[in-house]
């Protein structure tokens, strides 16, 4: 089992920048590709970043690329995302997730586990 814990979210203005953490426990997750994924209000979970297992490769979804960089520190058993030109439209929940396999996917089914999420807000 691996436990996942979000932090890093807040409330910052449009043009601001903000770093998650994804604390995980239970197991080392350097074999897992990890992922963050987002909810607003009133939508359904969408796919924002993901990470191999040894970080090698990453994939982005076209609203973040840019602006958005995943990166993973196995020795701390850690996942980051950092934010950076945020948006309103930034504004949700983000989740943390890991899969058991070390290939990205954004397919929020080939996730197994994933952390309770911390509350990103951008203001204009």
């Known amino acids: 089992q691996v436990q996942l814990v979000e932090s890093g979210g807040g409330s910052v203005q449009a043009g601001g920048s903000l770093r998650l953490s994804c604390a995980a426990s239970?197991?080392?997750?350097?074999?897992?590709?990890m992922a963050w994924f987002r909810q607003a209000p009133g939508k359904e979970r969408e796919f924002v970043a993901a990470?191999?297992?040894?970080?090698?490769?990453?994939d982005y979804a076209d609203s973040v690329k840019g602006r958005f960089t995943i990166s993973r520190d196995n020795a701390k058993n850690t996942v980051y995302l950092q934010m950076n030109s945020l948006k309103p439209e930034d504004t949700a929940v983000y989740y943390c997730?890991?899969?058991?396999?070390?290939?990205?996917?954004?397919?929020?089914?080939?996730?197994?586990?994933w952390g309770r999420g911390t509350q990103v807000t951008v203001s204009s």
């Open positions: 997730a890991a899969r058991s396999y070390g290939v990205t996917t954004m397919r929020e089914e080939q996730y197994r586990y």
């Open positions: 239970g197991r080392a997750i350097s074999s897992d590709a």
């Open positions: 990470i191999s297992s040894r970080g090698v490769f990453t």
